[in-house]
Structures are given as structure tokens and as C-alpha cells.
């Protein structure tokens, strides 16, 4: 991958992302802070009335909130992927589009983090989670998947915080040389008084390389840990060994999608279709392919496992699940996460953009249709006809899950004019240095 | 099954003819009268005759009675019934015009069927003769865990509940929200599916084939389902704040005040009597009167669950303890088992060799069972199943 | 190892920076620190400096974390001994999982408390000599040196092909 770009093109192009935005950045901001001042007013008077203001009942516990918050972690994975694991695997292509990668993952993360203290019923004591030693000597319970999240959510919010700023710090570092005024003394101050010394390249090469290995194992894990809030569950079609790689690769998968949605309208935006090539789109979109295969190939087994194993339990979820009440959520999955990212088996579909976005948006939709299939149907349905039922869909809780949407863009649009979107030191470090004869 | 409101109770296959679902809003035309009121399939009812619960439709009964349901008299016949001379209940011939209407019901139940599930088991007359050996002691159940179960010092709490004698009257239900300050929901609610009762009859219609009737015919099991306490309980690993563990007496406890309202535990149930605090709901006046002081009352966001009457087993102790006395059986009675009319229920010490639970249990061993016993929950509760004719 | 004097040198090219770090490795004089917009490595092979010791505080640090896991979990129990769902007192996997996101959270941790260490981070003030250039696509040196050698070192730099050499 070689540009006939130098030091001085690239920093001079991936500055000027930083410059005065224009008025169509301030109608999407303030479009997006409407959809958070939504959610948070739903979340106020959801504090206030009480869960049952949202739409869940006996049996299904659990509806939207956890829906959307597995969507949230979810995508946050293939950020962590593309900057630390492919870091560490050295592939190139990752250069220009790590950043906002990154970015996709902290403020997922962020979105995501919210929502276990919107399900909670009493979120005023969501404190007696954190492991201290509460009402005489009482901790949490680890054995709890719960708890597990909060400690693996956390983990990874923080890791990945630490990675993306400290990431970022040679780049803020070029900013400020090129800024001047009170933004100047800013960018001091987020850069930390980086001056790419030797000393301090070598020790930061050392740090990040070991930040991208502790990384790379919470991108398995930490929707590992997520899937067993299903898995260390009894009840049919969440009892089931295959839920964290299948919820890995889910991950990996809809975080794709996102990152493919979020760099096409960046990458016009900004202008920089010579660092974000169609040579990056479409080596996303191989590897969307590969997860979209993997995605598909669990859920075929699922089934065949639900008839192969004679459980009567399982056999009787995946009946409901394709024949149910929300049968045609069952099928949206395979449609819009198996067969319509097939089209990429062409490279004519994976170079053509209107292509990237049709199948990138039909894979966030399936993603988020896949944790609500899991979860709502599972619950609906379980042991004991008496006590099936259906949960409705309220105002506040549709209020919640766009918010939680707003909040994410709203975040993402931040901080995309304040801080370098694509990372210049490590374009630089792609091409041939600067020679004088 | 049917709350708050009344409804038309149709046979399922009549519905089918005439396209109705449940909750279609149907126009109920007789000679005197006609009335609207949603439709209600279920297997109950005969087929080519609708029946109506009379008592609703009140305008002047106060808040509650108030426009609850229809007023079903004004279908009746003035004309006394020519034997007792009272009103003609039934025999009145009327007309179904389905309107297009529908409305969502407080049915408290899901499906009407088991679907196979053996939630409540039947044995016949044969059978029981034929299997006079012991059947195995469910009060151990067969383990299959690589772990080892807990001691129970003290006590053990078991109940045992006999379903031949169980009629279905749901009395037990109205003693527990009596006992329990358990808050009446509202009609609302229980269309969304909120309803709070720790104890419930759930009613099956089964298709039974025996050999004396010949032919298929539908019976309608009915089985009290509560917190089972199970030994094994799924519910308690997956709290994150221990709001829900093990006593050392063998009951599953649920501690209020710890409650952060996740509500994982209810997920996990697979019995699902874990019931969620929605709101904060009312005991309006006089209603907060009746309250028992005894027992907490919940606030939002907090799970409850029949505990066996945690606060009569403390009670039983130590009223034991104060008359310098053992405890015996018969200290402790559960609500459920004391308005029981058919005496049903039968709670106490399984650790005592001599206490009632026990001895029902050594006396019918054959009909012992527990509800999904293969899900390894290890249950306190071991059922009597029912012996059909 | 501050002397009176600094000279810094500015380069244009990665070529004439690694011969400038040569010729002042060939002459005995190693108290320099080089600038660059990236980490290259040839500098860091020209340079010969030692190992970074931050992988040792990633170790002690996952370390650490991964014992305290198993502490706080087993501790947390025995302190206040629940029973739930029939299962034993010391659970082994769920008390495994805290222990494996402690061990990466206490890693990373101790991975960035040993980079701020090490690299003298963060700073308030940056360094007078330093360039604004550097960080975009100009390299430099900066030699530490008593008076007397000052110009010794000016002129090996601007044979060597540096841009602009000063010094303070």
C-alpha cells in the first residue's frame, strides 16, 4: 500500500478535519442532543414512576434495555479488533481507519455501560454492585454473569480508553504544533507534553504494544462474558455452550458493519478518500463476509442441535422462534445477516459504496433483531405455558433505545472535529520517510 | 383465566367456526336484551352453548365494582323459572354478532395447555394398585450434581400438596395476598401481564385418553403453583447482590431491602413465580388496615416470592423457644395450607420423621412428583399427583 | 545528564538524521536525544539503546491483578458465607473470569503507570529547543555538551546535512 504522499500532505490533510464545521454538522448535532434530551427525560420518569413504565412484564424481564445494550457491546468489539489485534498481526490496511475504529468501540462502550443501570429496578443502590464490602462485610455476588459484566464492561471501557488516548497522543501532539491560542494551550494539555523524543517513542512502542496484547483477549472475552448473562441461564434457547463464539463473532460482525457505516460518510465529509481507499472499504467488507458466514453457521447449528438433541425444550423455542409470535423477526435475521452480505462474494458489490451502506445498515438492523430474537422469544416461551406472555412496547422504552442511538452519534460527531479522526503518526509510519538525497 | 372483567366463555371450537379469537369483542343478542363483551375460548364450556359470569357490570358499587365488566341480566327472562321460580340462569337462547373490536384481557394465565410438559400428573386407579411398592423417595430426588447439597441443621422446611384433593377454589391465593401484603395490581396491569399473586392456580385443559371413557376426552387439571424453594435453585447464582440465597432451613430467601431489581432471578425461574414491583403500588384506604405487620411491604423495583410464610415459621420458633418447648408440627401453618378447604396443602419439618408432610408422602409414595424434576432444581414441594377415574 | 550547552540540529531527511546519529556514535559522544514524527526503526537500530523496561511493569501488573482476583473473590465468600443454588462456596470458573479481567485491567494499568514513569510523563512545560517541525515531518538532534565542544559538534552537524543547527 503505497501513496505518493508525504509527512507533510498527510498532516496537512488530517488536521484540517479539525477545522470550523459547517452548518450541517450543527443541525445533526443538535438533531442527535433532541434524541438524548428524549432519552434522559424517558429515563427520569422512568426513575421516578418505576419500571413499569417501559413495556416488560412476567415473564419477559428482559425486552429493549438489554436488547440494545448487547447490541451497544456488541459493536464496541471490532474497534478492539482492528487496533489491537490486527496491530499485532501487522496488517497494514488498518493504518487509516483504527482510529475511528477505536473511537466506535469507546463510545459504544459508553452507550452500552448506560443500560444496566436502566434495567435496574432500584438504580439508586446500583453502587452495591462494586466490589466493597457492604451491610457488614457482604460483597457482590461473583458468581453472578451480572457481575461479571460489570467488571469486564469496565475492564474494557477503561482499556480501551487508556488505548485510544494514549493512541492519539503523538497525533494531539500535531495538532497543537499547528493550532494556536487558547485551542493551543488545550491540545498541551491533552498531549501531555509529548516532544517524540527517542526515549519516550521507545517506551511508548512498548506500552503499546502490550496495551494491544491485553486487549486483544477482552475482545473475546468480554462478549464471552456478555453471552453467559444468557448462557448460565436454564431456560431453552439461552442454555446453550455455543453463545459465546456465536456472540463473538455476532459482535465482531455488527461492529463491522458500524465501522463501515461510520467511515463512508466521514471519508466524504472530510475529503479523505486518498487515506480511507476503497482498498479499506472492501477489505472491511471481506471480513464482514467471513463473520456474516460464521454468524450464519451458528445459527444453523442451533437448530439442527435443537432437533438432533430430541430436548424437548429446545425443539419447542426454535418452533416458536421461526413459527411464533415474532416469526418474522426469526427470518429478518437470516436474510439480513447471512444472505445479504453474500452479495460480497463479488467484488463489484464490495467497491460500490451505495452496496457498503445498504448491507452494512441491513446487518445493524439483523444484529440488533438477533439479541431481541434471543432474548424475547426465550423468555416468552420457556417451561411453563401457564406463564407465557408478551411483553408491549411503550413510548419510554422506544425513548430509551433512540437516545442510546443519539447519545452514540451525538458522541461520535464530538469527537470528530476535536480530536484527528485518522491517525497521522501511524499513516506516516506506513509510508517512505522524508529523504534528502 | 379470567380477572377483573366479565367475559363470554366460548368453546374453542365454536370460535373457530364463527372466526373468533380471544379478547373479540362480541355483540350477545337475546330476546330481552343485548349486550357487548369480549370473547373468552376455552375448553370448559360445551360446544354450542356460551356462558357469562353474572355479579359485573355494577354502576353504583363502589370505585372497584364500578363499570368492571357487563351487567348480564339484562339478557335474562322476567318469566320465573317454572320449577324453583326463580330467575332462568340459564337455557336462554341468544345470537353471536362478532364486532370488529378487539380488546386485550386480564387473563392471568398464558396458554391453556401443557402441551405435554407433565406440569400436573394424573395416575389411575390401576396403576396405583399395581404400584403399591415404593416408587423411590422424593424427598432426595435423584441426584445428579458433582456437587455436594448442604446440611440442614436445624429444620427443613418441605410441603407436600395433594392435587386429587385439590378443587381449584383459589382460596390459597386470596389467603397469601392477605398475609403477604401482596398489592392488588389493578385491571391494567394484569393486562400487561403484571399480576403479583406468589401463589397461583394454574389450569391446564389435557386431553386424557383412559381406558374406561373411550374416547378422548378434555379434563381440566389444576395445580397450585408457588416458590418451589428449590435445593438447586437456579435463581440464586445469577443475583448480583445475593438479594436471593439458601437459608440453612432449605428455603430460598429473598431479602427486599438488597434488591437492586434486575431481575435475572425471574428470568431464571423456569416455574416463573418470581414477581416483579413494577410501581409502588396502592393499598388505598381501608385497604392499608389489613396490612400484616409482620411482613414487609415492597417497594418499586424489588422481586418477591412465596417464602413459606417466613414470618409464621419465625413466629412458630419462637413461640416454641418462649414456651420453653421443641418445636412441633403443626407450630407453623402456612396461609395457604390454613384456608386450604379441602386441606390440600400440608406444610412442615421434613427433617421431623413424624410430621405430616412426611407421613403424606410415605403413605402415597407411588404419587409422589415433582414439577420438572428433570431440570435437577431439586423442589421442596412434592406433589401428590391426581388419580383419575 | 544535563550540561551547560545545547545544540539542536534539524533534519529534513531520514537520511541525513542516521548519518548525523552516526558520526556522533563514531566520535564517542552518546548524551543526544533524537526527535521524530514517527518510530522508525532504523533510528531505534542506530541508537542501540536498552530494552524498555515497561514490560516489566506489564507483567508484575497482570500478575497482581490475577492474584487479586482469586483474593477478592475467596475472600468476599469466606467472609460472609452464602449458599446459592446448591452450588460450592468457592466456585472455581466464575471466580475465574474476575480473576482473567482483573489480571487485563491491572496490566493495562500497570503497563501505563510504567510508560508515564519511564518516559518522564506527563509534562507541563515542553522543552525550549523542541521544534514545532519535528512533530510534522522533520527530525532532529539534540546534543548535550560543555562549552568547548560546542562548535566541534555545530559543524559535524551541518556537514552531515542538517538544515539549521542552534544552539543555547
Not at chain 1, 489491537?84 to 498481526?89: D, E, G, M, R
Not at chain 3, 523542541?130 to 568547548?148: M, P, W
Request: proline share 4%; aromatic share 14%; glycine share 8%.
Amino acid at each position: 500500500m503505497s501513496f505518493k504522499l508525504t509527512y507533510t500532505q498527510t498532516d496537512l490533510d488530517l488536521t484540517q478535519t479539525l477545522n470550523k464545521p459547517n452548518r450541517w454538522y450543527y443541525v445533526c448535532l443538535i438533531l442527535l442532543a433532541f434524541g438524548v434530551a428524549w432519552g434522559a427525560f424517558s429515563w427520569y420518569h422512568q426513575i421516578f414512576s418505576g419500571i413499569g413504565v417501559a413495556g416488560k412484564n412476567n415473564p419477559v424481564g428482559w425486552y429493549l434495555y438489554i436488547t440494545t445494550f448487547v447490541f451497544w457491546v456488541g459493536i464496541a468489539h471490532s474497534g478492539t479488533l482492528i487496533s489491537a489485534i490486527l496491530f499485532l498481526f501487522r496488517v497494514k490496511w488498518r493504518a487509516s481507519v483504527y482510529r475511528s475504529a477505536e473511537a466506535v468501540t469507546v463510545f459504544g462502550l459508553a452507550t452500552a455501560g448506560l443500560f444496566p443501570l436502566l434495567h435496574m429496578g432500584r438504580v439508586w443502590v446500583f453502587y452495591w454492585t462494586m466490589p466493597y464490602p457492604q451491610m457488614g462485610g457482604l460483597f457482590p455476588n461473583f458468581r453472578s454473569p451480572l457481575i461479571w459484566d460489570v467488571f469486564a464492561i469496565s475492564t474494557y471501557l477503561t482499556v480501551s480508553s487508556i488505548f485510544f488516548i494514549t493512541g492519539m497522543v503523538p497525533d494531539v501532539a500535531i495538532v497543537r504544533d499547528k493550532v494556536r491560542g487558547w485551542r493551543k494551550k488545550l491540545y498541551s494539555l491533552l498531549a501531555q507534553g509529548w516532544q517524540g523524543t527517542d526515549i519516550q517513542w521507545k517506551h511508548y512502542t512498548s506500552a503499546y504494544v502490550f496495551l494491544a496484547a491485553l486487549a486483544t483477549p477482552l475482545v473475546i472475552s468480554v462478549h464471552s462474558i456478555v453471552s453467559w448473562d444468557f448462557a448460565m441461564s436454564i431456560i431453552p434457547g439461552w442454555h446453550s455452550t455455543i453463545f459465546a463464539p456465536y456472540f463473538v463473532a455476532g459482535a465482531i460482525h455488527s461492529g463491522l458493519a458500524m465501522v463501515i457505516l461510520i467511515l463512508i460518510p466521514m471519508r466524504n465529509a472530510f475529503r479523505l478518500h486518498a487515506y480511507i481507499t476503497a482498498h479499506h472499504l472492501e477489505s472491511l467488507a471481506k471480513f464482514l463476509l467471513f463473520t456474516a458466514s460464521i454468524v450464519g453457521f451458528a445459527y444453523t447449528i442451533e437448530v439442527f442441535i435443537a432437533w438432533y438433541s430430541g430436548n424437548p425444550w429446545e425443539r419447542a423455542i426454535f418452533l416458536y422462534r421461526a413459527f411464533g409470535d415474532y416469526w418474522w423477526t426469526f427470518w429478518a435475521l437470516f436474510v439480513c445477516n447471512l444472505f445479504i452480505p453474500q452479495l460480497f462474494w463479488f467484488k463489484k458489490f464490495r467497491r460500490n459504496i451505495s452496496f457498503l451502506i445498504i448491507v452494512s445498515i441491513a446487518v445493524t438492523i439483523g444484529m440488533w433483531f438477533e439479541r431481541f430474537v434471543i432474548i424475547t422469544t426465550s423468555l416468552a416461551h420457556d417451561f411453563d405455558p401457564y406463564s407465557w406472555g408478551l411483553p408491549s412496547l411503550t413510548l419510554t422504552e422506544i425513548g430509551i433505545v433512540i437516545g442510546s442511538f443519539s447519545w452514540f452519534f451525538f458522541l461520535f460527531m464530538i469527537f470528530a472535529k476535536t480530536l484527528p479522526v485518522v491517525s497521522m503518526w501511524e499513516v506516516k509510519e506506513q509510508l517512505e520517510p522524508p529523504k534528502v538525497g | 383465566m379470567m380477572t377483573w372483567e366479565n367475559v363470554v366463555e366460548i368453546n374453542p371450537s365454536d370460535a373457530k367456526k364463527m372466526i373468533i379469537k380471544r379478547g373479540d369483542i362480541l355483540k350477545i343478542i337475546s330476546k330481552y336484551g343485548e349486550i357487548e363483551l369480549p370473547a373468552y375460548d376455552h375448553n370448559g364450556i360445551k360446544e354450542g352453548t356460551i356462558a357469562i359470569s353474572i355479579g359485573y357490570g355494577h354502576t353504583d358499587y363502589g370505585r372497584y365494582a364500578k363499570y368492571s365488566g357487563v351487567n348480564v341480566i339484562g339478557l335474562l327472562s322476567s318469566d320465573p323459572n317454572i320449577y324453583s321460580g326463580g330467575i332462568q340462569w340459564s337455557g336462554i337462547p341468544v345470537t353471536i354478532v362478532k364486532m370488529e373490536k378487539t380488546k386485550r384481557l386480564a387473563n392471568v394465565s398464558g396458554s391453556d395447555y401443557s402441551y405435554g410438559r407433565n406440569i400436573i400428573e394424573t395416575i389411575s386407579i390401576n396403576e396405583l394398585i399395581n404400584q403399591s411398592h415404593s416408587n423411590g423417595d422424593h424427598t432426595e430426588g435423584n441426584k445428579l450434581s458433582i456437587y455436594k447439597s448442604h446440611d440442614h441443621p436445624k429444620h427443613r422446611w418441605g410441603m407436600t400438596i395433594d392435587l386429587d384433593k385439590c378443587i381449584g377454589c383459589s382460596a390459597c391465593v386470596t389467603s397469601c395476598y392477605a398475609e403477604n401484603n401482596v398489592p392488588v395490581v389493578g385491571k391494567k396491569q394484569v393486562e400487561l401481564g403484571r399480576e403479583l399473586s406468589w401463589i397461583r392456580i394454574e389450569r391446564f385443559f389435557e386431553e386424557q385418553t383412559t381406558q374406561q371413557l373411550e374416547s378422548n376426552e378434555m379434563i381440566t387439571g389444576f395445580i397450585p403453583m408457588m416458590c418451589q424453594q428449590c435445593d438447586n435453585a437456579p435463581c440464586e447464582p445469577v443475583c448480583p447482590v445475593y438479594a436471593a440465597y439458601h437459608t440453612e432451613e432449605g428455603l430460598n430467601g429473598q431479602v427486599y431491602n438488597r434488591c437492586i431489581g434486575t431481575r435475572y432471578c425471574a428470568n431464571n425461574c423456569p416455574y416463573k413465580v418470581r414477581r416483579f414491583n413494577w410501581f409502588d403500588y396502592d393499598f388505598p384506604e381501608p385497604l392499608n388496615w389489613q396490612l400484616n405487620p409482620d411482613v414487609t411491604v415492597r417497594s418499586k423495583g424489588v422481586m418477591e416470592k412465596c417464602t413459606f410464610c417466613i414470618q409464621r415459621i419465625v413466629e412458630g420458633k419462637m413461640n416454641a423457644r418462649i414456651e420453653s418447648r421443641q418445636f412441633q408440627d403443626g407450630d407453623v401453618v402456612t396461609a395457604c395450607q390454613q384456608v386450604c378447604p379441602a386441606n390440600a396443602i400440608i406444610f412442615g419439618d421434613l427433617k421431623d420423621p413424624n410430621s405430616k408432610v412426611n407421613k403424606v408422602r410415605d403413605e402415597n409414595r407411588s404419587r409422589q412428583y415433582r414439577v420438572f424434576e428433570e431440570l435437577n432444581t431439586e423442589p421442596a414441594i412434592v406433589y401428590l399427583k391426581r388419580i383419575k377415574s | 545528564m544535563k550540561n551547560s550547552f545545547n545544540i539542536v540540529a534539524v533534519f529534513s531527511g531520514i537520511d541525513t538524521l542516521l548519518r548525523g546519529i552516526e558520526v556522533l556514535r563514531e566520535s564517542g559522544m552518546n548524551n543526544f536525544i533524537v526527535y521524530s514524527p514517527i518510530p522508525h526503526h532504523d533510528i531505534e537500530n542506530v541508537l542501540h539503546r536498552k530494552k524498555s523496561p515497561v514490560r516489566i511493569f506489564t507483567l508484575v501488573g497482570a500478575i497482581t491483578g490475577f492474584i487479586s482476583g482469586w483474593v477478592l473473590t475467596i475472600g468476599s465468600v469466606m467472609n460472609y458465607p452464602l449458599i446459592v443454588g446448591g452450588k460450592p462456596l468457592i466456585s472455581v470458573p466464575p471466580f475465574g473470569v474476575i480473576a482473567y479481567i482483573l489480571t487485563i485491567l491491572f496490566g493495562v494499568l500497570a503497563t501505563m503507570i510504567g510508560f508515564l514513569i519511564n518516559a518522564r510523563f506527563p509534562r507541563l512545560n515542553l522543552d525550549k529547543n523542541y521544534d514545532e517541525r519535528f512533530s510534522s515531518d522533520h527530525f532532529g538532534i539534540q546534543i548535550f555538551c560543555d562549552n568547548s565542544e560546542v562548535n566541534k559538534y555545530k559543524e559535524m552537524m551541518t556537514e552531515v546535512g542538517a538544515i539549521e543547527v542552534r544552539n543555547t
